[in-house]
């Protein structure tokens, strides 16, 4: 059996992961259903996969901040308390995280005998460079994709599909959360 792996990631309609300037976590446009919704994607057993870049930067941002802060969301924390595996040449154990595993190594030849071992479904949050060398090696089963209400034209950082090789993508689910956010669900294919 082949456990499924879903690459999860948040972007603006410009397709940017982040943005500088003022912008606030989720872009300021989370609400109830969205929180409530990824604290249930998160509540199932599964196995974290995340590359070193995506780790040093939630570990820093877990690290500086505050029970009250958009951080700490329940999903996060759910999140933070899933099996992980790092891919990384870079890092060693332990890290700061309840039950990380550092694996080093090609991230395609990680994930694909994690995809042959695991019997929990895989999921990454973030971790782009990975992801898309993952989406090219045809490792990626579901590509979630949920696309804040902004456009941040002056102001995006990490373009999620930069340097991407191309795909068509079967739309598999969709859903608008807080009757703003949209989660799309595709499989992609290499084109």
């Known amino acids: 059996m082949t456990a499924t792996y879903t690459f999860d990631v948040f972007m603006s309609l410009d397709g940017f992961g982040a943005a500088g300037g003022d912008w606030t976590g989720y872009w300021g446009k989370q609400g109830p259903e969205l929180l409530d919704h990824r604290l249930a994607l998160y509540d199932t057993e599964q196995r974290m996969v995340l590359g070193a870049h995506t780790y040093r930067a939630f570990a820093r941002m877990l690290a500086t901040s505050t029970e009250d802060s958009d951080v700490r969301d329940p999903w996060v924390t759910r999140m933070r308390n899933l099996p992980a595996t790092v891919v990384s040449s870079t890092l060693e154990g332990p890290l700061d995280w309840p039950d990380a595993t550092v694996v080093p190594g090609d991230a395609v030849d990680v994930v694909a005998g994690l995809k042959k071992e695991s019997d929990v ?3 990454s949050h973030g971790s782009l460079s990975m992801n898309r060398a993952l989406m ?12 804040f ?3 941040t034209g002056r102001t995006g950082v990490e373009p999620i599909f930069g340097g991407a090789a191309d795909f068509d993508l079967d739309l598999i689910e969709s859903r608008v959360l807080d009757g703003r956010v949209q989660e799309l669900v595709y499989r992609p294919t290499l084109h």
Do not use: C, Y
């Not at 090219?136 to 696309?147: E, F, H, I, S, Y």
């Open 121 to 123: 479904p895989l999921r």
């Open 149 to 151: 209400p902004v456009v």
């Open 136 to 147: 090219a090696a045809g490792l990626v089963d579901r590509l979630q994709v949920t696309v």
